[in-house]
């Protein structure tokens, strides 16, 4: 076989491979579907989720609405519900300017009794109306922290004598035996109603300490 035999062949068969590359390449493909996992799947067909606003949250909004009424009935819904995440926004409603609202405030601190709310409790008892100053002891008294006993026996020599009365009865409820010597230093105070509330105070005190009840 000769040279140009052999280069002939050769030529053939590149141009029958060539041939065969082309016919295959002209076939036409069907592409594989690409399968998504079911969790991008559900991605992509959930609706995005609405921020859902609790209705502790829509109460505590409802603290500064400009109505009074909603402002009360809101702070006492709150009490009820005794959330303790409420505690702050009503110890920040206890300068509210209405009265009524106020004392709604301090009924919603006395039912969650939470003992934060003692100290601004504590101010709410030097507030200008009576009313207010007695519902602040009530709930000092009710929510029952003996931390309040320095700044108590502090108000029995207030110059009003109705702050004086109102430390003695709420250091009646503490039942704390180390209010005994101021109170009984207030069984000498010129108004009788600060006496009456200390000389009921040291009984209770001294009947609990007796019961195994007193500090």
Known sequence: ????????????LALLIAIGVL?????????KEVELPKEIEKLETREPERVKVSEIDELIAKLNDPSPEVRGDAALALGKKKDRSAV???????RDTNKVVQA?????????????????????????????????AFAVRIIGDK??????????????????ENAAFALEGLG????????????????????????????????????????
């Open 88 to 94: 702050r926004p009503l110890i920040g409603k206890l």
């Open 147 to 164: 931390s309040a006993v320095p700044a108590l026996i502090k108000a029995l020599k207030n110059r009003d004598p109705s702050i004086r």
């Open 176 to 215: 704390d035996k180390s209010a005994i010597p101021a109170l009984s230093e207030a069984l000498e105070d010129e108004n009788m109603y600060v006496c009456k509330a200390a000389k009921v105070a040291i009984a209770a005190i001294k009947h609990r300490e007796s019961e195994g009840g007193g500090k």
């Open 1 to 12: 076989m000769t040279k140009q035999n052999v280069l002939n062949i050769l030529i053939g």
């Open 104 to 136: 709604k405030v301090i009924y919603a601190l006395t039912d969650i009794g939470d003992k934060s709310a003692v100290p601004a409790l504590l101010e709410t008892m030097y507030e200008r109306n009576a009313d207010i100053r007695e519902d602040a």
């Open 23 to 31: 016919f295959y390449t002209s076939l036409p493909r069907k592409e």
